[in-house]
Every structure is written in C-alpha cells, then in structure tokens.
C-alpha cells in the first residue's frame, strides 16, 4: 500500500505568511515614524541658550587729588557743579577779611537797591560830604578812587569804583546811598548776614578797614557763590578796568585776572588781614570748564598771595580727570555656544565723565542669553554711574552667532548630551 504524504491546508499556511508580513510592515512603519519624529524633534526643538561670560571692573577710580595749600593762613576752594569737590586747611575760625568784606557791601547793597544783569540803575549825585569821605579814607590810609563834588555815577559805575580799586570812599558813599547812614547799613548787613546763615561773619564797617569785620572760609565760599549768582556783580568783578565819571581810569586789583580762567572775586589787605582773596574760576579741564570758587587768607605780601593762590588752582585742576570709562567696540563679554560659534561682546558707544579726585565711577552690567544671533543685536547694557547720575550704552553682538545646522540638531536633539 503507497505511503501517504499529509499537507497543511492552503489556508494556513496563508495565515502565517500574513501574520509574519504584516509585522514586517507594522514594524517597518514604526521605525519611520520613529525616525521622522527624531527628525521633526531635532529641528524644531529649542537649542540650549548661551549666557555671556562678562568681565569688567566694578568701579573705575582715579588718584586721589594733591592740594596745593599755602603754607600760611587759611584756605579752602570748591567745585559746587561737583559734590565732593570742595576742601579747606587752616583754622575756620572768625578772621579779619580787609576789604573782601566789600562783597557783603555790594550785596546787601543790591538786596535794598536791585540790578539785572543789563541795567546800569539809577543815577547817583556825588556832593561835597562824599569828597569829605575821600578826604578821610585818605587819610586813615584806606584804599580809594577820586570824587567829584557835583560829578553822578550809576549805581553800577558806583559798585565797580568800589569793587575794582577797591574804594573805601565809595564803599562808604554807597551804604549812605542806599541806608541813610553807615549805622543803618551795618545793622541791616548783620541782619542779612543771620538771615543767610552766615554765623561766622560779622561786619563793623562797609569799607573792611576797621579788623573787626571778620569772617571764615566757609562763609566767604558761600558769598563768593552769591557773588557769582548776581548776573550784575558777576560781570563787575570779571573786568580788568573801568573808566568812572570823576574817577577816570580804575584797574582791578586782582591782577590774576585770566589764570586758569580766573574771573574774580575781591582782594583784600590790611596788617590783621594779611593778604587776601576770594577768587571764581571757569578752569579748563579737557573740553569743558569747571566753575572754582576759593579763598585764601593771611598771606604775608601779595607776591606770596598771588604764589599761593596759582599753585593752588593749577592743583585744583590737575585734580579732575577727564576719563574715558566706556569706548565704542570695548569688549566686555563673550558668547560660546555648545556648537562651537562665538561672538564677542561690544560696547556701541563712548562715554566719557569728568571726575574729581578719586571719585568713583560705578559700572553695572547687564545681559540676557544667545542661542543664535547676528552682528549688531543688542544683547545688554552697561550702566556707568558718578555721584548719583547714570549714562546707559548698548552691549552688542560683535560678529554673527549662527544657527547650529541640520547636522548638529539631529546628534543633539535639544541639545541633549551637548
């Protein structure tokens, strides 16, 4: 009998090629969906941000400022446009003052009779008792300028013939003018002074003659400050000469006229006083001009007076520093991405102040992170501050951060193992 040979029906074996197919494709669609969602992950996903590695100094400080002091006497000088700059050596004590006690003649003068900048004021009779007053300064040995019974002056031309030469006579004919009597003047001068808080300054005489008009160098900064705030005085004191009706040509006694800028104040000199003067300045720093006021009292002659007060205003000068604390193109950071670009961190402006001394000047910066950018994108700042006052300038990206690429983000999917 043949042997018989048994065969799996056509349907199974149908279903067994199906089942191994049909993995086959499953798995195979699994695999690209797979591959294309890394893809589509890979480009779509965030790249890791870069935060800039910043260096900078914290402050920017210059050398501290040498006075030049006289070796006698007090003194004391201040910039008022810059705080802290203002220093005094010697007593502060209550001082004979000479005749720069004309300055509180000339302002309490114009408290009761005011002037502008531009007005001359009204017209002042000279008579016989003024040329009497001339005779007297004369002989006391006072400073004076001539007078013409019969002669007017404007208020003004009366003001430069005392501030100028100096006039005791005129300082005197003045305080009569605008007060009565000089008895008057000196009470309302005290009295002014008090208001203004000057305490250390007391006044017997319009002329300063008498040494018991006395003052400190803190006061007289602050009457050379009122000095300078009078558009009327401010411009008296700055000329050099004066033609007067009855006086003729009259000189400023301050023969430092121009120094450094120098544009007052008053001179004085007695044998209690010494030498003195209360001087204003617009010195030459750089490409501006810094307003000095200062004082020096009780030098021996006017030679050691003119001396003292050069060296100390060309000291004063040589304290401000005219610093460049941010210059355009300054690196201060630089940016590494994980991809292997770079850009370095620049300043987009110059900035330059003017200090005093060893002022601080404050810097700050601030930046937010890169992942890609380009050339002149405003990444931060740098605040610089000086005595309260902020200049900001624009940190920005010195060359172009490019993207990573298709190559890179498909081996660092979101940067991972970066």
């Known amino acids: 009998m043949p042997q018989q040979v048994l065969v799996d029906p056509p349907r199974r074996v149908s279903r067994t090629v199906y089942r191994r197919r049909r993995v086959v494709v499953f798995g195979t669609l699994i695999a690209v969906l797979a591959a294309f969602a890394y893809v589509v992950a890979s480009l779509v996903a965030p790249v890791p941000a870069t935060a800039a590695v910043t260096a900078h100094d914290r402050t920017i400080v210059q050398p501290a400022a040498q006075l030049a002091w006289p070796g006698y006497g007090s003194s004391a000088v201040v910039a008022p446009d810059y705080p802290g700059a203002s220093a005094s050596t010697g007593s502060d004590a ?29 017209d002042i009779a000279f008579t016989q008792r003024d040329v009497d007053i001339w005779n007297e300064v004369v002989a006391e040995g006072g400073s004076w300028a001539p007078v013409v019974a019969g002669t007017s002056l404007t208020e003004k031309q009366a003001l430069e013939a005392m501030l100028l ?16 009597s000089t008895s008057a003047y000196v009470d309302a001068a005290n009295a002014w002074l008090a208001q203004h808080g000057f305490t250390g300054t007391k006044i017997v005489t319009p002329d300063g003659l008498d040494p018991r008009n006395v ?31 009855g006086a003729g040509s009259q000189d400023n006694t301050n023969t430092l006229l121009g120094f450094e800028g120098m544009d007052g104040i008053k001179t004085g000199n007695t044998d209690e006083a010494g030498n003195c003067l209360l001087f204003s300045a617009q010195v030459p720093v750089g490409d501006t001009k810094v307003r000095v006021i200062g004082v020096v009292l009780g030098a021996p002659t006017h030679d050691d007076l003119w001396a003292g007060v050069k060296s100390l205003l060309t000291s004063v000068k040589a304290g401000f520093h005219q610093v460049t604390a941010v210059e355009k193109g300054q690196t201060f950071g630089t940016y590494k991405t994980a991809w292997g670009a770079s850009s370095k961190l620049i300043a987009t402006e110059t900035k330059t102040f003017l200090v005093w ?3 601080p000047i404050a810097v700050d910066l601030q930046t937010r992170p890169l992942s890609s950018g380009f050339k002149g994108d405003i990444l931060g700042q740098g605040t610089f501050t000086l005595n309260g006052k902020t200049e900001t300038v624009p940190l920005a990206l010195a060359t172009d951060v490019p993207d990573p690429g298709f190559g890179w983000r498909l081996a660092h999917p979101g940067g991972f193992g970066a």
């Open 94 to 122: 209550s001082v004979p003052i000479a005749s720069v006690t004309k300055t509180v003649t000339a302002l309490v003068i114009l408290d009761k009779k005011p002037l502008n900048g531009t007005e001359d004021g009204p």
């Open 165 to 180: 030469p100096s006039a005791n006579n005129y300082a005197i004919s003045l305080a009569n003018w605008a007060y009565g």
């Open 215 to 245: 003052s400190t160098t803190k006061d007289l900064i602050g009457l050379g400050k009122l000095v300078l705030a009078s558009p009327a005085l401010s411009a008296i004191v700055a000329q050099k000469n004066v033609t007067l009706p």
């Open 357 to 359: 001394s060893d002022t």
